[in-house]
T-cell receptor, first 115, second 113 residues
């Protein structure tokens, strides 16, 4: 089955240190991949997407993600984390067999940035 | 903030009742998708509406139904509520049915007792 997975339930990082949130996908061909962030009692906010082309994608709030086809990964990164980055992060994909926009989400990774 | 709005913010229903949730899409968007997010889980796709027609459906029973109106706003209806229907219901709007990013509303928190 085609799917998106986030192997870490929680990531802890000190403010100012690099932040990485991991995502892997399982699909034949190239999926369209997205990252969203969810703050408490809020909906999901779009951060960035990979469709095709450059494997390094830059998004909102200083986040970027690297698409790696050989490792089937799409990890989210930020060079210097802020306390305000503490939130729930979701990786999502639209699989190549879907001609319409059905987003398949990972289970989410809670990011905790400590001062 | 996106231009997607949802109402109500919260509601409490009793098992067996019916509920209607509403969503207004972002200006210029003609596609609405609905997702169910249970506590501690990622959102699960319910269905998508494009130009007032259901364009795709996830693994949800027929008691989950929807509508899209000419102004592209949408409703999600759930009949015969079950305790497991307690969740955050998210509406997302986008343009067209291609693989574009979707913009989410704040959600409706449904509690079934």
């Amino acid at each position: 089955a085609q799917s998106v997975a986030q192997p870490e339930d929680q990531v802890n990082v000190a403010e100012g240190n690099p932040l990485t949130v991991k995502c892997t996908y399982s699909v034949s061909g190239n999926p369209y991949l997205f990252w969203y962030v969810q703050y408490p009692n809020r909906g999901l906010q779009f951060l960035l997407k990979y469709i095709t082309g450059d494997n390094l994608v830059k998004g909102s709030y200083g986040f970027e993600a690297e698409f790696n086809k050989s490792q089937t990964s799409f990890h989210l990164k930020k060079p210097s984390a802020l306390v305000s980055d503490s939130a729930l992060y979701f990786c999502a994909g639209i699989m190549t067999t879907d001609s319409w926009g059905k987003l398949q989400f990972g289970a989410g990774t809670q990011v905790v940035v400590t001062p | 903030e996106t231009g997607v709005t949802q109402s109500p913010t919260h509601l409490i229903k009793t098992r067996g009742q019916q509920v209607t949730l509403r969503c207004s899409s972002q200006s210029g968007h003609n596609t609405v998708s609905w997702y169910q997010q249970a506590l501690g889980q990622g959102p699960q796709f319910i269905f998508q509406y494009y130009r007032e027609e259901e364009n795709g459906r996830g693994n949800f029973p027929p008691r989950f139904s929807g509508l899209q109106f000419p102004n592209y706003s949408s409703e999600l209806n759930v009949n015969a509520l079950e305790l497991d229907d307690s969740a955050l219901y998210l509406c997302a709007s986008s343009f067209g049915t291609s693989r574009r990013e979707q913009y989410f509303g704040p959600g409706t928190r449904l509690t079934v007792t």
